[in-house]
């Protein structure tokens, strides 16, 4: 007998629920014949209907985002549908699920595409349904605990504390949270948030660069075509923030928001273009009335800019022009939501433990993570630091593994004793002839490259480099890479002069000219070295200082590093000053040179 086959006996004996209202029937669909049957015509007029009726909003609920999700992911998830019908075969209510095929565990349909959780009913049944499923779920799943996201907005949660639940020993846990809302047909909040100094500064920002415009793409090909911008945006921002790639670790999510371009009215989908590039991009499902805060990237060399913000004020004009009355900004703590947000909602997240022990177990665990926090707030220990602190101790092992005896025998050598100096350089920035041909392989603001790097370093690991990067990038300094193929050959930062800047290892601080530009932190990937790339590198930046108005330009090395000076030298820098610091334990001798 098949999975499916069981599921469904199962299931039989839970059929016919009437306990006051009105009475429907109950089953639990599994299986593959799932996606054929909810992609039926009628019985997706009967799916559009009960949504408009459902006082909730669905919109995550619906066919357009439901069926979408499930043909792009059916090799990692097997759809799971419950579906209520009233007594004449009409459908009456509806919660989409799925089962992974890795880890067996349930999700609901969109996983973590999708902002909230929940199921469309008919007002009569609507909470009695989702009672009705829970305990249908324990019969045949055998679940221990199940965590949901987020309520859609306006759903019911009597049935969190409901007895038919203990009785069937399903007990609730849940949380809520204030989540912002952009009130569209406040028209004064758009106007007062355009003559704020932030956003005027990056409004004439992109007007320098040639202006900037907002696209609406409805089109599938052409949201094919855009994606491949898009994905490198967010899995660099992705990364550098929470350690994930969403694309590149989800071969299902860009297709599945091509797929959802099959229903073009159900999304809104936008691009911010400046200087015929894409700065900004934004995917969220949409009703006509609402927008919901979707998938949000830009690139990441706009940092400075703050194009995502100038994206969320262009689209609110398009949305309101568009006839639209909010946008539903999601829960989360993102500063540009609070800067934009003018009215609130009370959400609320769900788990179900499927047991007493298990509820008690729970229990068990919250008390604990709460005395964590205090205990960490006693210690003045922030949470990011203490989740880094964390992050570090995992990647140690992986670390150790890659470094050489060498290398790690220096490492600790630098606990106990340190003898540095640092060698500072200048040149004068001059502008070559005209005809110079541009180095073929060094680009500046190719973030991308780094995409590409493959932890060669053991002591730099990707999140590292690219939320470096991304700081970097805000501060308004310029990437300089190579790369070939799949690979980061190498790179360099420039930052721009009139500045403190720190020079590491020395712990001194250095102020350059207005006028200048500070060369630093290079990198080869080993099997690259004794190329030349490092000294192409460092002519390409210095024409392009040049042609851009730069009177001088400054680099360093430690002293000890013969290959480094070398290439600096052989460019045309010359030694100017000298830092020199000296540590036996915690004595330290400090001295400055100039040349």
């Known amino acids: 007998m098949s999975s499916t086959e069981v599921i469904d006996s199962n299931v ?3 059929a016919g629920m009437q306990r006051a209202g009105m009475r429907f029937e109950l089953t639990v669909q599994i299986g593959p014949h799932v996606l054929p049957m909810i992609t039926d015509s009628v019985f997706v007029g009967q799916w559009n209907k009960l949504a408009e009726q459902d006082r909730k909003f669905s919109l995550l609920q619906e066919p357009a985002f439901v069926i979408s999700w499930y043909r792009q992911h059916e090799t990692l998830f097997e759809p799971i549908v419950c579906l209520g019908r009233d007594s004449g075969g009409q459908l009456a209510g509806l919660m989409a699920l799925a089962r992974s095929r890795d880890d067996r565990a349930i999700r609901h349909a ?67 949270e204030r989540s912002p809302v952009w009130n569209l047909e406040d028209a004064d909040r758009l106007n007062q948030l355009v003559k704020t100094k932030s956003i005027k500064n990056q409004i004439n920002r992109f007007k320098k660069k040639g202006g900037f415009f907002l696209e609406r ?57 400046s200087n015929d590039r894409p700065v900004s991009f934004h995917f969220g499902a949409c009703n006509g009335d609402t927008l919901l805060l979707g998938l949000t990237a830009y690139d990441p060399t706009e940092s400075r800019n703050s194009p995502g913000k100038l994206h969320l004020i262009e689209l609110a004009r398009t949305l309101k022009e568009e006839g639209f009355h909010r946008i539903d900004l999601t829960p989360g703590g993102d500063q ?32 604990l993570r709460r005395a964590m926090k205090v205990a960490l707030a006693v210690a003045r220990v922030s949470p990011d630091d203490y989740r880094q602190a964390i992050s570090l101790a995992r990647a140690l092992p992986a670390r150790l593994k890659r470094a050489t005896p060498r290398k790690l025998l220096n490492r600790i050598k630098r606990i106990f004793y340190e003898d540095i100096v640092y060698q500072q350089y200048t040149i004068e920035c001059k502008r070559e002839a005209t005809g110079v041909v541009r180095d073929p392989e060094i680009f500046a603001q190719r973030y991308q490259d780094l995409l590409l790097y493959d932890e060669c370093d053991p002591w730099l690991d990707r999140r590292q ?31 721009p002069g009139g500045q403190n800047h720190f020079l590491q290892g020395v712990d001194v601080t250095f102020k350059s000219p207005p006028d200048s530009a500070v060369l630093y932190d290079f990198f080869t990937h080993p099997e690259y070295r004794r190329q030349g ?17 730069i009177q001088r330009a400054f680099i360093g090395v430690l002293e000890g590093n013969e290959g480094s000076r070398r290439a600096i030298e052989n460019v045309g820098f010359a030694p100017c000053r000298s830092f020199g610091r000296k540590r036996i334990l915690w004595f330290e001798r400090r001295e400055e040179r100039a040349h």
Do not use: M
Request: net charge neutral; with cysteine; glycine share 6%.
């Open 533 to 549: 790339l490092y000294q192409r590198n460092l002519r390409q930046i210095l024409r392009d200082l040049a042609d851009a108005g």
């Open 110 to 176: 969109g996983d973590f595409h999708a902002e909230y959780c929940g199921w469309v009913a008919s007002a009569a049944i609507d909470e009695r349904f989702v009672e009705e499923c829970l305990i249908a779920i324990k019969r045949t799943l055998g679940l221990k605990r199940w965590s949901w996201k987020w309520l859609p907005p306006g759903s019911p949660i009597g049935f969190l504390t409901s007895g038919r639940l203990a009785e069937n020993g399903i007990f609730a846990t849940f949380r809520t």
């Open 12 to 14: 039989a004996e839970a």
């Open 336 to 367: 540009y939501k609070e800067f934009v947000a003018n009215s609130a909602q009370e959400l609320v997240i769900p788990t179900f433990h499927f047991s007493r022990a298990a509820k008690l177990q729970a229990d068990f665990v919250e008390t």
């Open 465 to 495: 480099l690219l939320s470096g990067a991304l700081k970097r990038f805000g501060s308004g300094e310029t990437l300089y890479s190579a790369s070939r193929g799949e690979k980061l050959l190498h790179y360099g930062w420039v930052a």
């Open 217 to 273: 793409v409805r089109d599938k090909e052409r949201t094919r075509q855009l994606l491949k911008d898009l994905r490198l945006q967010c899995d660099f921002r992705q990364e550098a923030i929470q350690g994930v790639r969403p694309f590149s670790d989800n071969p299902c999510k860009e297709p599945f928001f091509v797929e959802r371009q099959e229903f073009p009215e159900a999304n809104h989908f936008t691009v911010l273009w």
